[in-house]
């Protein structure tokens, strides 16, 4: 079983490490963070230690002991960046898979995504690299997600739904079937997307709706 370096160490991280060791294929977990800098150290977390900031990964040293690494971190810019520079530096980007969760055959995930428990992604749906699919969250059939796309917890997306790169979608929320959300979107806790959405709107309500820009 191999080694499983990953980058933060906040809770999004820590459901990230438990589930990667409950698919059985990693034996030991090691963090980075960027608040552990100079002498300053980081309490462990679930029993595995912190061993210095992102830029340790780069270190031979480092890299020499993981094979493998995840960037678990919430901004998605920032975690596909370092997808990119930790891919650069020779590590595979492993695809984590809760146990409970069900992964059609057919269905495509990119490298450096995490599935939580209880997910269900359904026939022919792509998903981009470095993306967050969250507890209890359903991707329906011929549904794509763009790189770094965090579908939160319980949200429901329906057939053929197409999320651009970098969106987020809430927890709760609930998209119809064929809609467009274009990238980097917010769309909120318990909304109902029943409209295309542009990119780079935030979104919500019942129906929802964008929010006005400043």
């Known amino acids: 079983m191999a080694a499983l370096l990953l980058l933060g160490a906040g809770g999004h991280a820590r459901v990230v490490a438990e589930t990667a060791l409950a698919t059985g294929g990693f034996s030991r977990i090691a963090f980075l963070d960027d608040r552990c800098t100079g002498p300053a150290q980081l309490p462990d977390q679930l029993g595995w230690p912190v061993i210095g900031s992102f830029t340790a990964a780069l270190d031979p040293q480092i890299r020499q002991q993981f094979l493998e690494a995840l960037v ?11 997808l990119s520079r930790l891919a650069s530096a020779g590590y595979e980007l492993p695809v984590v898979v809760h146990p409970t969760a069900w992964v059609s055959p057919s269905s495509q995930l990119g490298a450096g995504s995490v599935v939580f428990a209880q997910v269900a992604i359904q026939a022919q749906a792509v998903i981009g690299s470095g993306a967050i699919l969250n507890t209890g969250c359903s991707v329906d059939h011929d549904v794509k997600l763009g790189d770094g796309v965090h579908v939160c917890p319980g949200a429901r997306l329906a057939g053929e739904v197409q999320v651009g790169d970098r969106s987020w979608i809430g927890i709760g929320a609930s998209v119809i079937q064929q809609i467009r959300i274009g990238a980097d979107v917010t769309v909120g806790a318990g909304a109902a997307v029943v409209r295309d959405l542009p990119d780079g709107v935030t979104a919500v309500g019942v129906p929802a709706r964008a929010l006005p820009t400043a």
């Open 72 to 82: 678990a971190i919430g901004n998605a810019a920032v975690r596909l960046q370092w």
